[in-house]
């Protein structure tokens, strides 16, 4: 389809991701005639087509807004309201309404029954075309102008230009929205990676890569704060992954970007402290003398590959029976189980395919309708603002929820 400036229409969309199809269907299911989404590239939703490992983390088990917001590093606050509107439960009927039923894992994560991203991808895109919405692909929005107090000139990278009367920025981690919302004003929060694994500068963990535990304790050092998180962590050929360290980095995001990434971590393998960990060992010593440390691990929940390593990292034989561990031997064990150190050298590899924190100054946003402080007609919604959550559906629910509302206050103000 061809554009030209003599179109007027009613809303432009720039993004075609996640918060930019929710607008734009709220929008036009809301009453607006014209509305279109204009998607750089050439595949829209395509973060939506691979999150979740093709599975899409469509949102989490999370009810209650004030026990959501907690997940969100950054725009905590300002979202209570927004979630006190749209949150997890109305995505979730939001969805079964358009034919996609969502089930929840034991970790709380909410993943399509089809365990296929293709039925929230198709959804959306069929309830776009049924809503009268108009989608056009590789359409690089190149500038926007203010036309006169109440429309805006859009001018794309190939020339084609139009009018539109309201205009959505739901642009993502892509500069281009970014210097957009500049262009009208709006200061941006620069943007730093978050969700990111660690690399770390020890050869015992790369040499124990593949290891899974549950419920580890995590304290992370930087120059200016600790942080501190629990949960399961992957132990990988570079440093540390796993659910609980990309929480811990989504936190710590900003401080280990001007630190550079460097900064020491603290493990507790078994999230216990020093005195119920030495219970422990009386326990093994008292109850299994005639066994080996090697054969009995301290504790159930330790991988055997991951005890025989701390073993070996003490300079302890396996071999050893509990009956024959010298006290001089558990502390220096203790020490490695409880209060490992180790020091961090960068983020680990494929950490940009996350998140990113940073984007539109949050006071500059009117978070009832999502509409610029700065400029009337002007609205933003998803990670082109400065919010990002932690792992888990978090970052979804936040585009669904700020689409959402932007797509019925546009839908409001043309009335």
Same mark, same amino acid.
């Given at each position: 389809?061809?554009?030209?400036?003599?179109?007027? @229409?009613?809303?432009?969309?720039?993004?075609?991701?996640?918060? &930019?199809?929710?607008?734009?269907?709220?929008?036009?299911?809301?009453?607006?005639?014209?509305?279109?989404?204009?998607?750089?590239?050439?595949?829209?939703?395509?973060?939506?087509?691979?999150? &979740?490992?093709?599975?899409?983390?469509?949102?989490?088990?999370?009810?209650?807004?004030?026990?959501?917001?907690?997940?969100?590093?950054?725009?905590?606050?300002?979202?209570? #309201?927004?979630? *006190?509107?749209?949150?997890?439960?109305?995505?979730?009927?939001?969805?079964?309404?358009?034919?996609?039923?969502?089930?929840?894992?034991?970790?709380?994560?909410?993943? +399509?029954?089809?365990?296929?991203?293709?039925?929230?991808?198709?959804?959306?895109?069929?309830?776009?075309?049924?809503? &009268?919405?108009?989608?056009?692909?590789?359409?690089?929005?190149?500038?926007?102008?203010?036309?006169? !107090?109440?429309?805006?000139?859009?001018?794309?990278?190939?020339?084609?230009?139009?009018?539109?009367?309201?205009?959505?920025?739901?642009?993502?981690?892509? %500069?281009?929205?970014?210097?957009?919302?500049?262009?009208? #004003?709006?200061?941006?929060?620069?943007?730093?990676?978050?969700?990111? $694994?660690?690399?770390?500068?020890?050869?015992?963990?790369?040499?124990?890569?593949?290891?899974?535990?549950?419920?580890?304790?995590?304290?992370?050092? $930087?120059?200016?704060? $600790?942080?501190?998180?629990?949960?399961?962590?992957?132990?990988?050929?570079?440093?540390?992954?796993? %659910?609980?360290?990309?929480?811990?980095?989504?936190?710590?995001?900003?401080?280990?970007?001007?630190?550079?990434? !460097?900064?020491?971590?603290? @493990?507790?393998?078994?999230?216990?402290?020093?005195?119920?960990?030495?219970?422990?060992?009386?326990?093994?010593?008292?109850?299994?003398?005639?066994?080996?440390?090697?054969?009995? +691990?301290?504790?159930?929940?330790? %991988?055997?590959?991951?005890?025989?390593?701390?073993?070996?990292?003490?300079?302890?034989?396996?071999?050893?029976?509990?009956?024959?561990?010298?006290?001089?031997?558990?502390?220096?064990?203790?020490?490695?189980?409880? *209060?490992?150190?180790?020091?961090?050298?960068? !983020? #680990?590899?494929?950490?940009?395919?996350?998140?990113?924190?940073?984007?539109?100054?949050?006071?500059?946003?009117?978070?009832?309708?999502?509409?610029?402080?700065?400029?009337?007609?002007?609205?933003?919604?998803?990670? @082109?603002?400065?919010?990002? #959550?932690?792992?888990?559906?978090?970052?979804?629910?936040?585009?669904?929820?700020? &689409?959402?509302?932007?797509?019925?206050?546009?839908?409001?103000?043309?009335?």
């Amino acid at each position: 389809m061809h554009l030209s400036s003599d179109q007027v @229409v009613d809303l432009i969309v720039v993004g075609g991701g996640p918060a &930019g199809f929710m607008a734009a269907i709220t929008a036009a299911e809301k009453g607006l005639s014209s509305v279109y989404v204009l998607e750089a590239s050439s595949k829209p939703l395509e973060k939506v087509r691979l999150s &979740g490992g093709g599975r899409c983390n469509v949102t989490h088990a999370c009810w209650n807004p004030r026990d959501l917001i907690v997940n969100y590093p950054r725009g905590k606050m300002p979202l209570l #309201g927004p979630f *006190n509107r749209f949150a997890t439960r109305d995505a979730v009927s939001w969805f079964a309404a358009r034919g996609v039923d969502l089930k929840v894992e034991a970790d709380g994560r909410m993943f +399509p029954v089809t365990n296929s991203s293709e039925s929230v991808v198709n959804s959306l895109r069929e309830s776009a075309i049924a809503a &009268g919405v108009k989608l056009f692909t590789k359409a690089l929005v190149e500038k926007i102008e203010l036309l006169n !107090k109440k429309q805006f000139f859009v001018q794309l990278k190939d020339q084609r230009s139009f009018i539109s009367n309201s205009v959505l920025i739901a642009t993502g981690g892509h %500069p281009s929205g970014r210097r957009i919302a500049e262009t009208f #004003g709006h200061s941006i929060i620069r943007s730093v990676p978050s969700l990111f $694994t660690l690399s770390i500068e020890s050869d015992w963990i790369k040499s124990n890569s593949g290891i899974a535990l549950d419920d580890v304790q995590l304290s992370l050092i $930087t120059t200016q704060k $600790t942080y501190k998180e629990t949960g399961r962590v992957l132990l990988t050929h570079w440093g540390l992954s796993g %659910p609980a360290v990309l929480k811990l980095t989504s936190f710590a995001a900003r401080q280990l970007y001007y630190d550079n990434y !460097k900064a020491e971590i603290i @493990v507790n393998w078994i999230c216990v402290s020093d005195e119920e960990a030495n219970s422990l060992f009386n326990f093994q010593r008292n109850s299994n003398p005639r066994k080996t440390l090697g054969a009995l +691990p301290l504790c159930s929940k330790l %991988p055997r590959r991951l005890w025989l390593g701390l073993l070996y990292q003490a300079g302890i034989d396996p071999d050893t029976r509990w009956s024959e561990f010298s006290k001089k031997l558990q502390k220096q064990l203790l020490t490695n189980l409880v *209060n490992s150190h180790y020091k961090t050298i960068n !983020k #680990g590899p494929y950490g940009e395919e996350f998140v990113t924190a940073g984007g539109v100054e949050l006071n500059e946003i009117d978070f009832v309708t999502m509409e610029s402080r700065l400029q009337k007609g002007l609205y933003f919604s998803g990670e @082109v603002l400065d919010i990002d #959550g932690v792992t888990g559906g978090f970052n979804f629910q936040h585009c669904w929820t700020s &689409g959402w509302l932007a797509g019925l206050a546009i839908a409001d103000s043309s009335h």
